[in-house]
Structures are given as structure tokens and as C-alpha cells.
């Protein structure tokens, strides 16, 4: 499988990156537009949207789960006289975050302890006639979007021959802002540049997971309206129900290629590795599998492999792909397992919520592959709790103690798709890392 879209630029093999990608190579693993109309790949027929009370981010305008997508607000920037467009999605004081309809996240105070890169200082100016509507929102730093997206497998999928991210982290950029003068800390995203046309089939100027980018409507006198972006959703779980949430920035480069995310390797310096519900944490935990089962039928398959296998990760990501998005909607996702969530009934959890994940990447030995154990996993204390008592079955990559692997993803959620999760499964047992 490979992306040939675009020009091709200099290759990253898989065995020359940090994270993830080494993580998994010392792992014995199975074989294996026109103003007001939207800029979009393809005319959508069918539409499937999901009920408003389901949804955690309130400013989503719609989750269309026919199409994986959730449309946001899109705010308009600069990165000197470049054109830059953003999204909004937690914000680190609740007042602020109940006015701005995006999700309360504190730990975002602390993502700068000892990594002030980790939070970019950016300032905004107005108009001086301004009656309604947005400052502009000057940033340090900017994605590079114009890489090609490159997913070349191994001969046993995982490690993967070639991997290089579709969009690159420019100097000063961070997804995570301060503006000067506040203590604030907002997670403020990129996901295109430019005044457009956006290309949203091979994403040259758009993050690889826009599908659709629809410009405001005209505003009369006085008047203000928004330019909205449509964003592919995916699919996981967090105390045991289905939920919904995007990928936007990751540390290492493997995982931002199969997070579909912008590469930011300052992002891996947040306060703290291994560390979530600790003294001066800026992260959650995030609990991905390397060799859960494959199928596209299989209700347990799970992990990189059959997001590789099943997924269709090497293609581009379009509304006119209707392979991969049939794929996604069979569970083609890795179908990660998130950790403490805003609507956990627990305030210990539900405020401990970071939209950065610290990646609890696992691995099932060939013991558990054989007797079939290697089952689907849906709630994060179930998972503690096998690799504490159960180190012959479930441990890190390549038989590691269990535990943090060394990279984040930026991973805001929308939605939740049945019921509220609001507490985990089972109770810890004794000497699990909860």
C-alpha cells in the first residue's frame, strides 16, 4: 500500500524514528470553491446524524456517522501574512470553556512545565469597527501540510518499511496556545492554510483528516458568520461504551501517520511522560494494542495491525472514498481506549480529562494469540488490570513491563454514540497503575 498523491518528499524509514515506531520494531508481531459553497471531494446522499445530547464538544454544529465526519467551527488566523485556519476545543478554565462550547480540560496549565515550547504565546488583534465576531488570532508557527502521507508495511505489516507524516509541525507551532497577557491555555488546532481553494481530496494545504471546508455565508451589516471544516472522526471506547473523537497532532512519526495527525515532536516534552493523574501532569491515558485480532467482520478485532490490515490507513481519507469510510463504519478504527472522560459520573475523572494522550501502547504475547485472549478491549481499568496480573498475556511492545511508550496524540472528543460513559467496569485490583 502506498500514497503516491502528491510529490514525494524524502522518506523516513521506520527504523530511523523514535517512539512508536521503535517500540513496535522490537516486537515480534503477527504476519500479516465559490463563497457559501462547500469545498468537498464528492456530493454526499445519504446522511446518518447523531443525536445532540450525545455530543461532549457542544460546539460541534453535526456528527454525520454515515460520512465519519464532525463539523466544527472554523476560526481564521495568521502566521505573518500567511492565512491560517483553526479550531477550537478545550480550554483550561471552565467559565471560558462553557462560553466557547468546547470541552474543560485544567491539565492544560501544566503541558508547559518544563517544555514551554509545548504551549505557543500568540496574540490577537480586532478591527477598530468591529460590531460582532473574532479577533484574528496571530500565531508563532504553522503545519506544513504539503508532504505526501506515506504508509509502506512490512513484509508482517508492523514495522512498517516507510513512514513519513502528511503534515509537519513548522517552528513555534504547537496546537496548544497562550494568548499574551493570559494564563489560558487553549487547544487551538490548525488544520488548513491559505485563502483557499482547500484541497481536501490530497490535502496539500489541509490536514489529513479535512473532507470538507464550507466558507461563511454572506453577512449582512453588522453581522457575522463562521466558515465551518468538516474532520473525520474516529472511533473508540472509554468505560466500556463507544465513543467518538479526532486526531490532530502527534509526537512520533509513525503514530501521525496512523493518526492521520500533524507531526510535532516538541509535543512528546508535555509535562510528564508515564505520568496522567500525578503533580503537575498535562496529560490522560490513551491505551492503543499492537496485535488485538484483524477481520473486518470481527467484533474483536483491535489494534495497529488491523487498522493496517482493515482500515485502509495507506489511502487518502475523502468523502469519495467510500471503501474506507464503509471500512470505518465496520469498526476499521484501532479502536483505542481512552482514559478519564468528561462525563465519568466521578469528579476525580471527569476533571482529570487532557485532550493530550499519553500513549499505554500494548502488546499480547504469543500465549494469548494462540488461545484467542487477544480479545477486544473497552475500558481502561479492565486493561491495568490484566497487565498487572496477567504479564503472560498482555505486556509492553516487545515484552516491556506495561506502560507509557514515550509519545502523545492530541486526541479532543466529540461524542459519545450509545450510552453516557459514566464509570469504568471494574474496580483496580491491588498494584494496578491506576
Known amino acids: 500500500m502506498r500514497l503516491t498523491h502528491r510529490s514525494r518528499r524524502t522518506m523516513l524509514a521506520v527504523t530511523a524514528v523514535a517512539g512508536v515506531a521503535a517500540a513496535v520494531a522490537a516486537a515480534p508481531l503477527l504476519s500479516a470553491s465559490a463563497a457559501g459553497t462547500p469545498t468537498t471531494s464528492a456530493s454526499v446522499a445519504k446522511t446518518s446524524l447523531l443525536p445532540s445530547d450525545k455530543l461532549i464538544l457542544k460546539s460541534a454544529k453535526q456528527v454525520d456517522l454515515h460520512n465519519a465526519t464532525v ?14 485556519w483553526y479550531i477550537l476545543t478545550e480550554a483550561s478554565d471552565p467559565g471560558l470553556a ?3 462550547d468546547v470541552n474543560y480540560a485544567a491539565k492544560l496549565t501544566n503541558l508547559g512545565i518544563s517544555c514551554p515550547a509545548c ?3 500568540v496574540t490577537q488583534t480586532s478591527a477598530p469597527d468591529l460590531k460582532f465576531g473574532e479577533a484574528t488570532v496571530h500565531f508563532v508557527g504553522a503545519p506544513d501540510f504539503s508532504p505526501t502521507r506515506v504508509l509502506v508495511p512490512g513484509p508482517t505489516t508492523l514495522p512498517a518499511t516507510t513512514v513519513q507524516p502528511g503534515a509537519v509541525g513548522g517552528t513555534g507551532y504547537s ?3 497562550r494568548i499574551a497577557g493570559s494564563p489560558i491555555v487553549y487547544n487551538a488546532p490548525i ?5 483557499g481553494p482547500f484541497d481536501v481530496t490530497t490535502h496539500t494545504n489541509t490536514g489529513d483528516r479535512v473532507l470538507a471546508i464550507h466558507p461563511a455565508a454572506p453577512a449582512g451589516p453588522g453581522q457575522f458568520t463562521q466558515a465551518t471544516v468538516d474532520l473525520l472522526i474516529v472511533r473508540g471506547f472509554d468505560a466500556g461504551q463507544p465513543i467518538l473523537y479526532i486526531s490532530t497532532e502527534a509526537s512520533d512519526p509513525l503514530a501521525a501517520v496512523l493518526e492521520r495527525a500533524t507531526y510535532v515532536p516538541v509535543l512528546g516534552g508535555a509535562s510528564f511522560l508515564g505520568g496522567d493523574d ?3 501532569s498535562g496529560r490522560e491515558r490513551i491505551f492503543p494494542f499492537i496485535n488485538g485480532q484483524t477481520g473486518s467482520n470481527n467484533p474483536n478485532a483491535q489494534g495497529l495491525i488491523h487498522l493496517i490490515k482493515d482500515g485502509h490507513i495507506a489511502e487518502e481519507a475523502t468523502v469519495g472514498n467510500a471503501a474506507l469510510l ?3 463504519a465496520r469498526g476499521g478504527d484501532a479502536r483505542n481506549i481512552q482514559g478519564d472522560f468528561p462525563t465519568i459520573a466521578d469528579p476525580r475523572h471527569s476533571e482529570s480529562y487532557s485532550p493530550l494522550w499519553d500513549a499505554q501502547l500494548g502488546q499480547w504475547t504469543d500465549k494469548a494469540v494462540r488461545a484467542g485472549l487477544n480479545t477486544l478491549q473497552t475500558d481502561e481499568n479492565q486493561i491495568l488490570n490484566l497487565a498487572a496480573t496477567r504479564p503472560d498475556l498482555l505486556t509492553g511492545p516487545g515484552g516491556a513491563p506495561y506502560g507509557s511508550v514515550g509519545f502523545v496524540i492530541n486526541c479532543p472528543v466529540i461524542a459519545f454514540t450509545a450510552d453516557r460513559p459514566t464509570a469504568d467496569l471494574v474496580d483496580l485490583v491491588p498494584n494496578a497503575q491506576g
Open 278 to 280: 500525578a503533580l503537575g
Open 119 to 121: 504551549v505557543q504565546t
Open 326 to 328: 464503509a471500512a470505518l
Open 98 to 100: 462553557a462560553d466557547l
Open 175 to 177: 496546537p496548544f496556545i
Open 191 to 195: 488544520v488548513a492554510t491559505g485563502d
Open 71 to 84: 463539523r466544527l467551527p472554523l476560526h481564521r488566523g495568521q502566521v505573518g501574512s500567511t492565512t491560517v
